[in-house]
């Protein structure tokens, strides 16, 4: 694709819901990251994968996370038992290796507890 | 762990020059990044500078890295109404081979006509 694609752009769900975000990384990028940003705030490190295995996982917060790449492409990041905390833009990333200078970020999800 | 800062916001007129700063705490980090974000958008890389350089010129925009200090600067020169956004400053980790990135609050630039 052209870019970082996210989907929903928002997400409505009520607090205690389980909710799936997807991410489809541009073409043949290898290395996807996902970020959150809390309102006011810059977005902050939650897991990076390096094709299916996610190499870094100790951005998430809590064992409600849980994030899987299982052909190495798509992602999807999971949030069980919703809280409201939880509310903020989910932001996923990639970038041709994992060393690539440039990582391309998709638009986010905006995820609303209520 | 890394951190990041920055002012909270910057005002300035058309045409001017805006300077937005960063400091950071990470002596280790390889590359410092400025990102612009705009209303209901992703991140838009604007520019980054290797460690071991002090200055980047790129068009309308200068990185200027003191290392000792750890600290960033970005200058817009020129300033346009449409610069109007909030810029973020991001180190990637030291002693990590992939892209993780730690970001600051973020500065909020608005660009009076």
């Known amino acids: 694709g052209a870019g970082v694609s996210q989907t929903p752009s928002n997400k409505v769900t009520e607090k205690g819901k389980y909710v799936e975000l997807r991410c489809d990384p541009i073409?043949?990028?290898?290395?996807l990251y996902w970020y959150r940003q809390s309102l006011g705030q810059g977005p902050e490190f939650l897991i990076y994968?390096?094709?299916?295995?996610?190499?870094?996982d100790s951005g998430l917060p809590n064992d409600r996370f849980f994030a899987v790449r299982p052909e190495g492409s798509v992602s999807t990041l999971k949030i069980q038992r919703t809280e409201r905390g939880d509310s903020a833009v989910y932001l996923c990333?990639?970038?041709?290796?994992?060393?690539?200078?440039?990582?391309?970020f998709g638009q986010g999800t905006r995820l609303t507890v209520v | 762990g890394e951190d990041v800062e920055q002012s909270l916001f910057l005002s300035v007129r058309e045409g001017d020059s805006s300077v937005i700063n960063c400091t950071y705490t990470?002596?280790?980090?390889?590359?410092l990044y400025w990102y612009k974000q705009e209303p209901g958008a992703g991140l838009q890389l604007l520019t980054y500078?290797?460690?071991?350089?002090d200055m980047k010129q790129d068009q309308r925009l200068t990185v200027l890295l003191n290392k000792k200090d750890k600290h960033l600067s970005l200058r817009i020169a020129d300033t346009q109404t449409g610069d109007s956004a909030i810029y973020f400053c991001?180190?990637?980790?030291?002693?990590?081979?992939?892209?993780?990135?730690?970001f600051g609050q973020g500065t909020i630039l608005t660009v009076h006509p």
């Open positions: 991001a180190e990637k980790a030291g002693g990590t081979s992939y892209g993780k990135l730690t």
């Open positions: 990333a990639s970038s041709l290796r994992p060393t690539s200078t440039e990582a391309f």
């Open positions: 500078i290797f460690s071991n350089m």
């Open positions: 994968f390096q094709g299916t295995g996610a190499a870094d």
């Open positions: 990470d002596s280790s980090s390889t590359y």
């Open positions: 073409s043949g990028h290898t290395a």
